[in-house]
């Protein structure tokens, strides 16, 4: 499994290391399947092949976190439990690694947050994954969704 160290730069938390594991690919499989379930639960459901065909760009800009925040709690909580479960604190002593469960009380609400971040981008490679197994979009829909999302000089704007 892939691990990442990640050191923080700046703040309170200056120094303090932290160990991002990727998840394997069953976990990253269910966790990218819930992800989605999560981000277009209020999404209609003609229109989520194309919300989620899009996924992937939105995670790997960097917004896959805000996303997963807006989410209604039954997902976001089980979601962020996730991300949780890949991440360790070295403790003071430099050997002993504390879990996510513990690490609330040692480190500021920012590191986490920016900890969280580098765990999510981490592990984004299930949306390429998630997004080959759903079925493909219908060429109708497809060149819908494209004039609909694309206007040019050639069509009109509509008020």
């Known amino acids: 499994m892939k691990e990442v160290k990640h050191v923080v730069r700046s703040g309170p938390d200056k120094g303090r290391a932290f160990f ?10 269910k966790w990218g399947r819930l ?8 999404i209609s459901p003609d229109m989520k092949p194309v919300y989620v065909g899009g996924m992937a760009e939105l995670a790997s800009s960097g917004l896959g976190m805000n996303t997963l925040r807006a989410m209604p709690s039954e997902y976001s909580d089980q979601l962020i439990n996730g991300l949780n479960g890949t991440i360790e604190l070295l403790a003071v002593d430099g050997v002993t690694r504390l879990s996510a469960a513990c690490i609330g009380e040692e480190i500021e609400a920012g590191t986490y947050i920016d900890v969280q971040q580098r765990a999510f981008e981490l592990n984004i490679g299930f949306f390429q994954a998630v997004s080959r197994s759903l ?24 008020p």
Do not use: C, W
């Open 20 to 29: 991002i594991q990727r998840m394997s690919a069953f976990e990253a499989e």
């Open 35 to 42: 992800f989605l379930r999560g981000a277009t639960v209020d």
């Open 135 to 158: 079925p493909k979009l219908p060429k109708a829909e497809a060149e819908r969704e494209t004039t609909l999302s694309a206007p040019t000089s050639h069509q009109p704007l509509q």
